[in-house]
């Protein structure tokens, strides 16, 4: 009896010695992974939310020294916390490599654009004289007639009109959708340029508004509603600043113009998805002028962001790249 006792328990006992075994081991195997993920990095990944923290570091400090208030933003701070969390919990357990990517650039992405809309806030609150009337003379010598062009727009049929509202609003959309394609095909290259292209030219771009601020060509109809927060920062009626009502309020340089040349960049060939997102962003950039009151000069000095920083993020990330391939 005390023979079969002891048989009985010895199965169960080594199951549960080979189950702590391995879980012993994944766990260091997790640990290793984080580890060596902090240490290298490889997606950049973390220097990229070290970026944003630092921005929104900037929007704080700024932030209170202007006497602005934040309100409403648990909510998208509680869904970017979850989605950063999925993405390294993924990592952590190296499962489905696809999912844990897209994960960390959709969180990235939103923490970006939130903490990006308080900056142009802060930045306007220097205050500096407009300059719309110079921007204007500078379209009228390149034969730019944004009046003609308004005019014509509103006067065509409704599917030009239709056509062209959806190019100008799919900016976002053709971000988060790039992501995930390039999630999908393994093309982690293209994520980190979109990203750090990304920051550093629209970052640049809102940096510009600050002491170049233009309320953007319009009607007599009255100025369009984010000119009109613009006005209200700059006379000092607008001290809450809620996530609801978050506006672009940046006309020089053009960050529309700006993401549909990086958009375009990303998916250069030999990705089959080249012409299709080309031909929609010349929409948007057609688009611009009218839909988000833009100045010609305001779409070739958005454009010229994405010049000046592509080849700069480039520089930065090479020497790391060679690294890696010597490595291997």
């Avoid at 060509?217 to 000092?236: E, F, H, M, N, Q």
């Amino acid at each position: 009896m005390y023979k079969d006792g002891q048989t009985e328990s010895a199965a169960p006992a080594a199951e549960y010695a080979k189950a702590a075994i391995a879980t012993s081991r994944d766990w260091s195997g997790a640990t290793a992974r984080i580890w060596t993920a902090f240490r290298h990095d490889p997606d950049y990944i973390l220097r990229a939310w070290g970026a944003i923290l630092l921005l929104c570091a900037v929007d704080w400090i700024w932030a209170e020294y202007a006497g602005f208030q934040f309100a409403g933003f648990m909510p998208a701070i509680k869904g970017i916390a979850m989605l950063a969390a999925l993405g390294f919990a993924i990592d952590c357990f190296g499962r489905v490599r696809q999912v844990a990517e897209a994960a960390h650039y959709c969180a990235l992405w939103f923490a970006f654009a939130v903490s990006l809309v308080i900056y142009s806030y802060v930045v306007a609150t220097l205050k500096m004289p407009l300059w719309d009337a110079r921007l204007e003379r500078a379209d009228l010598a390149l034969g730019f007639n944004w009046g003609a062009g308004y005019d014509w727009i509103m006067s065509s049929n409704w599917l030009t009109r239709f056509t062209l509202e959806h190019a100008y609003n799919s900016m976002m959309v053709q971000v988060f959708v790039s992501l995930g394609f390039f999630a999908i095909i393994g093309r982690t290259d293209r994520n980190r340029e979109l990203l750090w292209i990304g920051m550093l030219a629209v970052v640049l771009a809102v940096t510009l508004s600050g002491p170049f601020p233009a309320l953007g060509p319009y009607t007599t109809g009255g100025i369009p509603k984010w000119s009109a927060v613009l006005v209200k920062i700059r006379d000092g009626s607008l001290t809450k600043i809620t996530l609801a009502h978050l506006s672009g309020i940046v006309a020089f340089p053009s960050c529309h113009a700006l993401m549909a040349v990086l958009l375009v960049y990303v998916h250069r060939p030999p990705l089959k998805t080249f012409w299709p997102v080309l031909v929609l962003n010349i929409l948007m950039m057609a688009a611009a002028p009218f839909a988000g009151h833009h100045y010609l000069v305001d779409l070739l000095s958005g454009s010229a962001m994405v010049a000046i920083t592509a080849p700069i993020v480039h520089a930065a990330m090479r020497p790391r790249s060679r690294a890696r391939l010597e490595a291997v």
